[in-house]
């Protein structure tokens, strides 16, 4: 249990970095996931058992060819010394040796049914606790004199900018959505009370971002709704297998006799879509707009320019010419998962990274996990114009899917039922 709590509270204060002691090189977060670390290798020497042997492999090759393809690029930025900064690239070796092997601890020492539900239940524990007190820092009940929960007006709570805060709820709406669903009683409460409110924390740090990646997972968790309660023979004689097999017949017809309000309407929906963005999708919104696509094309042409094998570690981009920041450090990231990692690992890295999150969520699919299909679905938009490899809180994520997911694959439940 002590494990267990030790992991959930580094998760949940990854994201505090406004808490860091000055000079200290980890944070609490950070300090609490070292020391889990170092329970969760003793007690891997002390069991001969490894609880998720599937799930483990699938880590230990992705890691592997990772570490491989990021060592060759490495190699190469050593001729381009000047676009190299090596406190940076230091910085990205620790952070990838933290999240690799929290990743093949997890799935080497929890189980799924066991210590791993027991991680997320504290976990969203954890979570509604510092939810609450980042919100009372917010509305001025108390004050911390190290903290600014805002950055201009949007929500940030103990992170140093808002977007850090938005990924961890595109994390934890789903995966509180799913304990709500395998949950029953005060539990399912719980988790749905968790559910609700990292949704409003996420809107109210403003990022597009989590808007966009909320607004295409929940259409998708119904229509994976509506297949569960339609092909699962548990449900085949219930009320909602009726009521989805009603709205299956009556969605085509119901679509067509929308068009014309659809139509008509289309430019009040996208007046609402601009006002729900930060800054109302103004000049603010155009301009950072601009500059992502900058970065994005001198991300594009950094990885084609290694022959598209990488730089190694770090980020490897000059300044643009939209950034007039003189204190911004050089080199500076795109801002995109898959450009970040074509600069560093080139074609190859773009690969394994999308046949992990692939296969992660092919299984899921299989398993009938919905929640946290939608949840692999949600961190692929958001790696789209943000950087996550380095999050704690989202590996976790992968790896409770790649867990679950081959434990509940269709193979081994017919074998389990016969």
């Not at 049914?113 to 609450?132: P, V």
């Not at 938005?166 to 949950?183: K, N, Q």
Request: hydrophobic fraction near 55%; proline fraction near 5%.
């Amino acid at each position: 249990m002590m494990g267990s709590a030790l992991l959930a509270l580094g998760l949940v204060l990854g994201t505090a970095s406004q808490l860091r002691l000055p000079g200290f090189p980890l944070g609490i977060g950070e300090a609490c996931l070292v020391v889990w670390l170092g329970l969760a290798s003793l007690h891997l020497l002390t069991s001969s058992r490894i609880c998720n042997p599937t799930a483990l492999l699938w880590l230990l090759a992705f890691w592997g060819c990772f570490v491989l393809i990021q060592s060759f690029g490495a190699f190469l930025a050593l001729l381009r010394p000047e676009i190299v900064d090596p406190e940076l690239v230091v910085h990205d070796i620790f952070a990838y040796l933290l999240v690799a092997t929290i990743t093949c601890l997890i799935a080497a020492t929890l189980r799924p049914e066991g210590t791993l539900r027991q991680s997320l239940w504290f976990l969203i524990g954890f979570w509604i606790i510092a939810m609450a007190v980042q919100l009372a820092l917010g509305w001025d009940y108390f004050r911390m004199a190290s903290v600014d929960p805002w950055y201009w007006d949007r929500f940030r709570g103990w992170s140093e900018n808002p977007n850090q805060l938005a990924i961890y709820c595109a994390v934890l709406t789903p995966l509180s959505l799913h304990m709500a669903l395998t949950s029953n009683g005060f539990a399912r409460l719980v988790a749905v009370l968790s559910c609700l409110g990292t949704f409003v924390v996420g809107r109210l740090t403003k990022s597009d971002t989590f808007l966009i990646s909320m607004a295409l997972s929940i259409p998708l968790f119904i229509a994976l709704q509506l297949r569960s309660w339609l092909t699962s023979p548990e449900h085949r004689l219930s009320l909602r297998f009726a009521a989805a097999a009603l709205l299956l017949v009556a969605i085509v017809p119901l679509s067509l006799s929308l068009l014309p309000y659809g139509a008509a309407t289309a430019n009040d929906v996208e007046g609402m879509a601009a006002g729900m963005m930060k800054d109302r999708g103004g000049d603010a919104t155009k301009a950072t707009a601009n500059l992502r696509l900058s970065l994005w094309q001198d991300a594009l042409q950094a990885g084609l320019e290694s022959g598209s094998v990488g730089l190694g570690p770090g980020p490897h981009l000059e300044k643009p010419t939209g950034i007039t920041d003189k204190g911004v450090p050089l080199p500076v990231e795109a801002h995109s998962t898959l450009l970040d990692v074509f600069t560093q690992g080139g074609l190859p890295g773009v690969i394994i990274i999308l046949s992990l999150l692939g296969g992660t969520l092919v299984l899921l699919l299989r398993a009938r996990l919905d929640a946290l299909a939608v949840l692999i679905f949600a961190l692929a938009i958001f790696s789209i114009s943000h950087f996550i490899l380095r999050h704690p809180t989202v590996w976790f994520a992968v790896t409770l899917g790649l867990v679950l997911g081959s434990v509940r694959r269709p193979s081994a439940q017919a074998r389990i039922g016969s």
